[in-house]
């Protein structure tokens, strides 16, 4: 009899269905497409207008740009990509906020641009912007500071985008020619814009060769010193 009931307990046993294994939890939400495109449309024109004061030598203006970039909401659901390279950037801005000096706030400027740059890179996707030809090389102060206008926004892109084509064209044109002491207008003390300038281009050609995107943002905030700094002479301002 105990045979029996042992059969007809294992019979028992392998008849008892199996436990199902739990669902798999649901992929993360993601914003809407055309959120995530204002979001990020509102980043570069933030931070546009932050690198645009820092390199004007407007310490003020440009913390509040930086505080902005600090402290605004991200979209909502944040894409989980995202997380790193936002607390990155926040982490920039913060620096740039609390800088006190030029060098403090170019140095977060840079640091920041490779922040988006290396979130675009991770997410392969980000801004194309506008790319137009280098303006001719001319003698005089005008066409000088077209062609460093330029530089500065081909520079940006090679960080933001990133794009390393447009970090070698904006130094070959940035190192090309140094300005002279007859192109210089009556403001400001001459030695020290020619020496900023000369500082600006030797910057260009050790930044030249480097594809490392950490020492690049750190040259490029190097150079934003140097273009602020001189600003800032020519209007007869210390250079902070």
Known sequence: MLPTILLLSCAGLRSAPPTAAPPPPPPAARPPADAVRAHMAEHL?????????????????AQQGFAWMASHAEAEPAPPEWAGWMEGLRQSARAGAAATDLAEQARA????????????????????????????????????????????ERMWAALVEPDGRAWVQSLEVLGATPMVAADLPTAGPVSAQLAMDAEVHRLAHAALADDNPDTRADLYGQIVTACASCHRVSRGEPPL
């Not at 933030?46 to 820092?54: E, H, P």
């Not at 005089?140 to 500071?145: D, K, L, S, V």
């Open 45 to 61: 024109a933030w931070s546009t207008r932050t690198r645009d004061a820092v390199i004007r030598g407007q310490l003020d203006t």
């Open 109 to 152: 400027l840079g640091d920041m641009a490779n922040q988006c740059g290396g979130c675009h890179q991770t997410l392969a996707t980000g801004p194309t912007l506008p790319e137009r030809p280098a303006p001719a090389a001319a003698p005089g102060f005008q066409p000088h500071m077209a062609r460093h206008a330029w530089v500065n």
